[in-house]
């Protein structure tokens, strides 16, 4: 009997997890990932401020790959004439596993573009990031109910900035009730640019400035570029440029959200064709795909947008590609259907757009369509349900019961 088709997909975030799952039957399939389990970025945010617990962003690969092969270490190289992929194994010193395949999927998603500064970055790619993150924020609560004021910096304006900015700033504003501190704290957006939300529709960028101004402790300075991050004590020193001129502000934590960069293994570029086919220097590799924030894919002379919704429509489609072509049929075009894009300024204040630029939403209707959207994205009934649960819940008082403090 001949034998399934190997399939090895490198990465395990929503992009190869979803390929690994639509072709486990009829495929002999391996995931390559250095982690033990499956992280939700997008709600890393909520996670680190303490309002969704663990068990709703992280979730180990033995259930979310029941029947599918992982291999837990990083893939070091891939020789594409040989079909194989070299993988350092994780906790196993210099082992390393050759794998080989006859369809490869990369998927390595992407990592902050810290634009050279190299310390102090607090970034939100990794889970370890956002528990270093909820440290802080136990660090902050600790200081508010202590009476002192508190100061954060968030490095970038975009969607991502601005729903970490909103977080940050309602958990400040939370503690500063309960513990009747009324000190003038601040949460700062630095924009190295004029306008926040670069590429969203003027009116998009109007309502979230009216947003950000009825924020009691929140703030945007545009014109900024953030050069250096020191730590003095308990805190961080930033150094920025504003009208040429340098500053230096105090703070108790500096969130880095000022961009991404694409993974890459060796300094390979992964460019697809309309199939999602690596393309070559020549002509693209016939068993190689590509999908989500590490791949570039472009759509009628468009870069198609490295988020969640656009990884898993790639993965759908790179997946039944793979599925035609082990039939020898004819595989088809990708196209993108942009569902649209809601930015979250805080709890129950999403702001967005549906399709491309298109109808504007606004309040709970867009809360509740966001909600949907990740709904969409979840793996299986149980987690919907948990999800469904948490966010009604948090319909009638948000709670910050998940913060966990590690004594110091
Ligand atoms: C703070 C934040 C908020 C966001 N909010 C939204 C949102 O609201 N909506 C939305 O649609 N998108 C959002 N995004 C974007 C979204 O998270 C990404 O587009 C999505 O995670 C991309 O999926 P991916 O599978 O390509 O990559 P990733 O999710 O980054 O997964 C890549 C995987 O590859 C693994 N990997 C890396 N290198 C190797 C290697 N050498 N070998 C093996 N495995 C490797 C990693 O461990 C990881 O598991 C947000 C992103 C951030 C940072």
Known sequence: MKSAPKVVIVGGGPAGVRVARKLRFGFDVTLVDPKDFFVFIPLFDEYSVGTLPPSLVKFNYSKV??????????????????RTVTVQLSGKGKQQSVLHYDYLVIAIGAGPNSFGIKDNIFHI??????????????????????????RVAVAGAGPVGMESAGV????????????????????IMFNAGEEIL???????????????????????????????????????????EKDKKKYTGIFDL?????????KSINGEKYVAD???RLKGSTMPYENVFVAG??????????????LAQTAVQEANQLARNIRLKAKGLQMKKFEPHF?????????????????????????????????????DQMYDLEHKFRYLFKWSQALFRQRYAYLKCSRK
Not at 172 to 187: A, D, G, M, P
């Open 65 to 82: 790959l029941r029947g599918i092969r992982h291999v837990k270490g990083s893939a070091s190289s891939f020789d594409y004439d040989h």
């Open 125 to 150: 790619y990794d889970i370890e990031h956002a528990d270093i993150v909820m440290q802080h924020m136990c660090t902050i609560r600790e200081r508010i109910k202590k009476g002192q004021t508190v």
């Open 168 to 187: 940050v700033e309602e958990f400040i504003r939370h503690y500063s009730v309960k513990y009747k501190n009324n000190s003038k704290h601040e949460v």
């Open 198 to 240: 670069a590429g969203f529709s003027n009116k998009i960028r109007e309502m979230a400035s009216r947003a950000i101004e009825a924020r009691k402790y929140m703030s945007i300075d545009n014109f900024c570029f953030c050069q250096n991050i020191t730590k003095k004590g308990d805190y961080y020193i930033l150094d920025y």
């Open 254 to 262: 500096v969130l880095w959200r000022a961009g991404m960069k694409k």
């Open 274 to 276: 309309e199939y999602l």
């Open 293 to 306: 924030d590490s791949a570039v894919i472009s759509y009628k002379g468009m870069h198609v947008p490295e």
């Open 339 to 375: 569902h649209g894009t809601i930015i979250t300024i805080g709890h129950m204040n999403e702001i967005g757009h549906i399709g491309n630029n298109g109808f504007v939403i606004y309040g709970f209707p867009a809360w509740v369509l966001h909600r949907l959207v990740y709904l």
